[in-house]
């Protein structure tokens, strides 16, 4: 795909990636309570001219990394986002409103983090026969 233009900006109202990740603790349970609300600080945006598609990627300050800065892309294919989900979220009010104004999509997020990554785990060996019942020994 050839990219004809290509453009940086910073949005026009304030953005933040929510992130939601699923970690297993040492005694064996599930956890969603880590939660990261990251700023966004612009928006890539690309034009490919042979299949007239839109393409763009927030650009995220992400204080965990060196540079601070990382692209939505990458952020998603970290290891500490390897058992979650993300959300970009343009957020027109002060961020000492974040906590509850993003209540209701983090707890969308942590619903969608149990439905991929928290499953019940099954026994090493499962006996099938005992599975299907007295008929199936014939």
Same mark, same amino acid.
């Given at each position: ?25 040492? !005694? ?6 880590? /939660?990261?609300? #990251? ?5 890539? +945006?690309?034009?490919? &001219? ?7 990627n927030?650009?995220i ?12 892309e990458?952020?998603? !294919?970290?290891?500490r986002?390897?058992?979650? /989900?993300?959300? #970009? ?5 002060? +961020?000492?409103?974040? &906590? ?6 983090i ?11 928290i ?7 499962? !006996? ?11």
């Amino acid at each position: 795909m050839i990219h004809r233009a290509e453009s940086l900006c910073t949005p026009g109202v304030r953005m933040v990636l929510v992130a939601v990740y699923a970690t297993k603790g040492k !005694d064996g349970t599930w956890d969603t309570d880590d /939660v990261e609300i #990251l700023p966004v600080v612009a928006i890539a +945006a690309k034009y490919c &001219d042979d299949s007239q598609c839109y393409y763009y990627n927030a650009i995220i300050h992400d204080p965990a990394e060196d540079g601070g800065l990382m692209t939505e892309e990458d952020f998603t !294919d970290t290891v500490r986002n390897s058992q979650g /989900v993300t959300r #970009l979220v343009a957020t027109p009010w002060p +961020a000492e409103e974040d &906590d509850e104004r993003l209540k209701e999509i983090i707890n969308r997020l942590k619903k969608r983090v149990r439905e991929l990554y928290i499953r019940s785990e099954l026994p090493e060996e499962i !006996d099938f026969a005992s599975l299907l019942g007295p008929e199936s020994s014939r």
